[in-house]
Nanobody
Framework: QAQLVESGGGLVQPGGSLKLSCTASGFIFGSGIMSWYRQAPEKERELVATIDATGRRTNYADSAKGRFTISRDNSKRTVSLQMNSLRPEDTAVYYC?????????WGQGTQVTVSS
């Protein structure tokens, strides 16, 4: 059974950094397009960043460009999101997501709070 487990969330001051990680199991990780989404209170879930199966192509939301970096290690079955220059508006639950063909799977989410 496919499973995604996120880690690395927490409380950070504005301007600080956090690195989120997602460890996958139960499917062929190297075939999956991996993404990070986030959902702030009373807002819709939004795409933050995507990385293709090879790791060579990435795509970012405008709000993440220049500050966040998505990467993957297929040998370790992990995808990461390095977040720098964090702002209060980055506060949200961050979710790992995989798509293989028409099949998708979500992680349980990890809370990121940016506050002084």
């Amino acid at each position: 059974q496919a499973q995604l487990v996120e880690s690395g969330g927490g409380l950070v001051q504005p301007g600080g950094s956090l690195k989120l990680s997602c460890t996958a199991s139960g499917f062929i990780f190297g075939s999956g397009i991996m993404s990070w989404y986030r959902q702030a209170p009373e807002k819709e879930r939004e795409l933050v960043a995507t990385i293709d199966a090879t790791g060579r192509r990435t795509n970012y939301a405008d709000s993440a460009k220049g500050r966040f970096t998505i990467s993957r290690d297929n040998s370790k079955r992990t995808v990461s999101l390095q977040m720098n220059s964090l702002r209060p508006e980055d506060t949200a639950v961050y979710y790992c997501h995989v798509r293989i063909g028409t099949a998708i799977k979500w992680g349980q989410g990890t809370q990121v709070t940016v506050s002084s």
